[in-house]
T-cell receptor
Framework: AQRVTQPEKLLSVFKGAPVELKCNYS??????LFWYVQYSRQRLQLLLR??SRESIKGFTADLNKGETSFHLKKPFAQEEDSAMYYC????????????FGQGTTLQVKP | KAGVTQTPRYLIKTRGQQVTLSCSPI?????VSWYQQTPGQGLQFLFE???????NKGNFPGRFSGRQFSNSRSEMNVSTLELGDSALYLC?????????????FGSGTRLTVV
């Protein structure tokens, strides 16, 4: 079964501290993994995807197929990073069907 | 350019009624997907349409249906509403049928069933 697990509902860190939002997935084929972010009173938006291997707003994520993980990391958290973060998976065929995790609220304290 | 527009923004319906939600994608986008968001289940995929054809369907009962028109606008319909259908319904559009194109989400329609 296709599943995305984000074990932390809430992650609270101080400004300047490193951040790691955990994401584990279950999928038998070769998945495409994404991170979406929803800032307060804003729409859900794509943050990054593993195939791009890019860094957006200082965030990076590496797909670890051995551990079936796609953790989101940032070395120094900023207050404006406070938001809800969703990890999502797309199965083979790379269609528009996304399987989302339950989300992690990141709270960056001053 | 205008983003993904969902109407109405809020809706209150009674159990047993039916409801139609509308989604206007970004101009030029031909792919539309729908998601249901609830506190308990999170974000769950409903359907995906491309060029008026349903390409994928999520694990929802037949009371949930959708369609896409030739101008790429999409509607979803829920018949015989149940209390558990109360949710935020999100629509997302993309240029093409693959996630490589990137999906842009709308603000959603908040449906409350009483």
């Amino acid at each position: 079964a296709q599943r995305v697990t984000q074990p932390e509902k809430l992650l609270s860190v101080f400004k300047g501290a490193p951040v790691e939002l955990k994401c584990n997935y279950s999928y038998s084929g070769s998945p495409e993994l994404f991170w979406y972010v929803q800032y307060s009173r804003q729409r859900l938006q794509l943050l990054l995807r593993h195939i791009s291997r890019e860094s957006i707003k200082g965030f990076t994520a590496d797909l670890n197929k051995g551990e079936t993980s796609f953790h989101l990391k940032k070395p120094f958290a900023q207050e404006e990073d406070s938001a809800m973060y969703y990890c999502a998976l797309s199965g083979s065929g790379n269609t528009g069907k996304l399987i989302f995790g339950q989300g992690t609220t990141l709270q960056v304290k001053p | 350019k205008a983003g993904v527009t969902q109407t109405p923004r809020y809706l209150i319906k009674t159990r047993g009624q039916q409801v139609t939600l509308s989604c206007s994608p970004i101009s030029g986008h031909r792919s539309v997907s729908w998601y249901q968001q609830t506190p308990g289940q999170g974000l769950q995929f409903l359907f995906e349409y491309f060029s008026e054809t349903q390409r994928n369907k999520g694990n929802f009962p037949g009371r949930f249906s959708g369609r896409q028109f030739s101008n790429s606008r999409s509607e979803m319909n829920v018949s015989t509403l149940e209390l558990g259908d109360s949710a935020l319904y999100l629509c997302a559009s993309s240029l093409g049928p693959h996630l490589n194109y990137g999906y842009t989400f709308g603000s959603g329609t908040r449906l409350t069933v009483v």
